[in-house]
């Protein structure tokens, strides 16, 4: 709450509520961010879905696939559960790295013919 303060006859200050502002606004087009803050967190994770750029194309100081004179990786893609933040991109903790073998290459064969 806001407060002024009135001198009296006696030289003394004393503290006394001051009038709300906050109700003396004007109409909608005079005071247009008023409820700013509502779309501000309405949107405020949707901001970040589009554009989604891929590592690769980034920067080395942006992202951990960035960088070198053609767009690839250039280390494995795979990386450990207990990695620090930052550097956990890629296949975390992968179970099964490479190429398919046996009854898995099998399915995936029929399934790319089917």
Not at 35 to 54: D, L, T
Request: positive net charge; charged residues 20%.
């Amino acid at each position: 709450m806001n407060q002024a303060s009135i001198w009296s006859q006696e030289d003394c200050a004393q503290w006394v509520p001051s009038y709300d502002w906050s109700s003396c606004s004007g109409g909608r087009t005079e005071k247009p961010m008023l409820k700013a803050g509502n779309a501000y967190h309405k949107f405020r994770v949707k901001r970040n879905c589009w554009p989604k750029v891929r590592g690769v194309a980034m920067n080395p100081v942006e992202h951990p696939h960035g960088g070198g004179n053609h767009q690839h990786i250039g280390h494995a893609s795979t990386v450990r559960r207990d990695a620090p933040p930052g550097q956990k991109v890629g296949l975390i903790a992968a179970r099964r790295t490479g190429r398919l073998r046996g009854q898995a290459a099998a399915t995936a064969a029929k399934a790319d013919k089917a």
